[in-house]
């Protein structure tokens, strides 16, 4: 891939979209494109069209949806069902009407069965039902999945979809109210703690299994994604290694020095049981994680030290 190429981030001020972009800065592409949502808003498709017809970008990565953990999923299931179809739609069809030869588009392990076999492997897609606290999030990203495949099926174009795993790190949202399971809990140990060591109330049992990966090992994928043309079209991305909730919970109340206890609450949710990804494919293509668990929670807590005074607390 030239260095020159100009690369347009669907959603570059987020977690991962800002990863993406620290790590092209850092292997010299400089001539990488942005818009903000009030400067381009991606539900609208004659906007995002006269964009790509404006900028002509070569490589198009769609890092932009609308994300939350199971409380707003469960709450607002329209707005995840809807608006991240029209993101996603309108970013792939417009790409394809303007001639773009590379998409690189990234989804979610949700879009897997809720009781697939684990490891989750790419051909388990569409073989069951789906995790109910987040099937409306799940659908729109399987369209999304299924429009590039279809592209490069009908049209042969290299458009790929990485599926990650569980992301966390620096420029997360911890918003208690829409927040995924790893900021929330990071979160909640530093009140915690601020608050005299106050007892941390956690969801479900702590038995559920999760796999995490940093959010920069994520942006290094698509890195590798942008510069390989991968022969299949859709990739799991993660660490292949995981963790239950509740050891989640101990290693991050060490992390931030919390003291007291944690009370788990059995009425609330567990979500699905486990979630580990198959990332054989992404292995044998070249490609692997680099960053431990410990490690990521450590650079990621001390980005939100940094950083908790420019919080703003997220509306849905």
């Excluded at 818009?35 to 790509?52: E, G, N």
């Excluded at 329209?78 to 990234?106: H, P, R, T, V, W």
């Excluded at 790929?160 to 420029?171: A, I, Q, R, W």
């Excluded at 918003?175 to 109330?201: G, Q």
Aim: aromatic share 10%; with cysteine; glycine share 6%.
């Amino acid at each position: 891939m030239n260095k020159n190429a100009k690369i347009y981030i669907a959603g570059h001020r987020g977690m991962v979209g800002s990863a993406i972009w620290r790590a092209l800065e850092k292997k010299g592409y400089t001539n990488l494109i942005g818009k903000t949502s009030l400067a381009l808003d991606l539900r609208d498709q004659q906007s995002v069209l006269d964009f790509y017809k404006q900028e002509k970008p070569a490589v198009v990565i769609d890092a932009a949806a609308k994300v939350g953990g199971i409380l707003a999923n469960n709450d607002f299931p329209y707005q995840f069902l809807m608006e991240n179809m029209q993101i996603q739609n309108n970013l792939i069809d417009s790409a394809l009407k303007s001639g773009i030869e590379k998409f690189i588009f990234l989804g979610s392990s949700c879009i897997y069965p809720k009781l697939a076999p684990q490891p989750l492997k790419e051909e388990y897609l569409l073989t069951d039902s789906l995790e109910p606290t987040n099937e409306w999030y799940a659908i729109a990203k399987i369209t999304g999945v299924k429009a590039c495949q279809a592209i490069r099926k009908q049209f042969q174009k290299d458009y790929v979809s990485l599926m990650p795993t569980n992301l966390y790190g620096t420029h997360d949202n911890f918003d208690l109210k829409s927040s995924h399971v790893l900021p929330a809990m990071l979160r909640k140990f530093h009140e915690a703690k601020l608050n005299n060591n106050a007892p941390v109330a956690l969801w479900g049992s702590g038995a559920p299994m999760r796999e995490f990966l940093f959010v920069d090992d994520m942006a290094e994928a698509v890195v590798y994604a942008l510069e390989n043309e991968l022969p299949e079209y859709l990739y799991n991305v993660g660490s292949g290694k995981d963790i239950t909730i509740k050891e989640l919970a101990e290693t991050i109340q060490k992390v931030t020095g919390h003291q007291g206890n944690i009370v788990w609450d059995a009425s609330k949710p567990n979500g699905t049981p486990r979630k580990l990804m198959d990332v054989s494919k992404m292995k044998d293509m070249g490609w692997r994680f680099t960053t431990e668990l410990e490690e990521g929670i450590e650079k990621t807590y001390a980005w939100f030290l940094e950083n908790i005074g420019s919080f703003k607390e997220v509306k849905m």
